[in-house]
């Protein structure tokens, strides 16, 4: 092959070469843009490493996809596509501006799931959706540390609390005052809660005549509110047996003055409406409901609302309860089931309590608290979720008796974990159970609970 030969070849093979490398280049770049246009997806222009590859949303895009796949999605709420730019666009609950792309993996891996939200944002969808509407704050009070806040949330509850103004208990109060009726660590349990919670057996009222042929009845005066106050209870239950004591206008004056003092209440109202209404807050990243009935009474003194007629929130017709504990789930993450029934002075539970309580927590209840029995009664897991029979007489007289003060601590996606801490009230004081007391509290009710154990340090778990 002579030299034009040998050069015409060599020419061919670099034009061959560079052919390919062209080729390449445009086929590189076809299919990163064909990525880019199915994925939503780009390089992102930063100075990041360059052994990493960091992706994030190209907003031509982020209406596709992913965003599609949760408007068609069967969800807890039914959002749009505002929300899903409310979300992603807020500052506080998407500070570092991923929060999109993390959408995109977590569906790509999973599929829509309403956890999602929480799994990504550290909200629950309730939250983030009460934050989009403008119900956080406003309609739905917010505790703690604010509504983006994601530290866990302590709730105590107490059984039956009685302030009648010459009841027996009361009467040491005008003695020693609040910190002389209270232990220090007792006092500091609840104060220290975010929420505490009592039964508030009484109206509050300077008004009305006790029903005629009930043998207690029991008023406090407005004045005396302000224990709730020292105690630093947030919220009381009105559903029981002693809340219209004195009748119709007193009942009244007790929603009006504790509204006044700023305490929510539930469990009862001037109508079917009010009684039956879920309260609403929002703590640590989570919603809770608190819902409230009774059906204590066999003889029927305290009447239940119905339609526009006052009154408290009934458990007699379990239904009408379990569908106002239905809708409460339905708007909410973590619902509260405070009820007053079961047999007075019993320290066992009866057949028509267990049944109820069972059905509150098939109905959506997370968890079952009572109270009436004046008694500690067992504590039982069912379907994995507490309930708590009877948390006894709190304070409410001077006699000697077994109580306690019930802490439930919980946080988005966390099991609750519940705390039972022995108390004992005696001449009209409560403190935390000593040693020996609470050993023996504690041993009585195990003995009488077979689904779940209180251990030493308090905490109650599960008996499988």
Sequence with gaps: MNKKAKRALSRAGSIAVMLAAALTVVAFSWRHDMMALATGVRPMENKYSDNEL??????????????????????????????????????????????????????????????????????????????????????????????????????????????????????????????????????????????????????????????????????????????????????????NNHVYDYGPAAFADTLTHLDDAGIMRVGAGMNEEEASRPVYIISGGMKFAFVSASSAEVTRFTPVASGDAAGVCGLYDSDAFLRVIEDAAAHSDFVVAYVHFGTENSPDTDPDQVADAHAMIDAGADIVVGSHPHVLQPIEYYDG???????????FNTKTVDTGILTVTTSVGIRPVLRFYPCVQSGGRVALADADDAARITESLNSRSSTASIGEDGRVREVY
């Design 54 to 239: 960091i992706v994030h949303v190209d907003k031509s895009h982020a209406s596709g996809g992913a965003v599609d796949v949760i408007l068609a999605a069967d969800k807890k709420y039914d959002v749009g596509r505002d929300f899903i730019d409310f979300v992603t666009t807020d500052k506080q609950i998407n500070p570092d501006g991923r929060l999109m792309s993390s959408i995109e993996r977590y569906i790509s891996a999973n599929g829509y799931r309403d956890e999602m939200w929480q799994t990504l944002t550290g909200l629950t969808f309730s939250v983030l959706y009460d934050i989009y509407t403008g119900a956080a704050g406003s309609a739905v009070p917010v505790l703690g540390d604010g509504v983006y806040s994601q530290r866990s949330t302590t709730i105590a509850f107490t059984g039956d609390v009685n302030l009648s103004y010459d009841w027996y208990n009361m009467q040491r109060y005008r003695e020693l005052g609040v910190e002389g009726c209270f232990s220090d660590d007792a006092l500091s349990l609840l104060r220290g809660a975010a929420l505490t919670f009592v039964n508030n057996e009484f109206p509050i009222s300077r008004r009305g005549e006790a029903l005629e042929g009930k043998m207690y009845t029991f008023r406090a005066d407005p004045d005396d509110l302000s224990i709730y106050s020292a105690l630093g209870v947030d919220m009381v239950s009105l559903a």
């Design 385 to 395: 979720k507490p309930i708590v029979y009877s948390l006894g007489n709190f304070w």
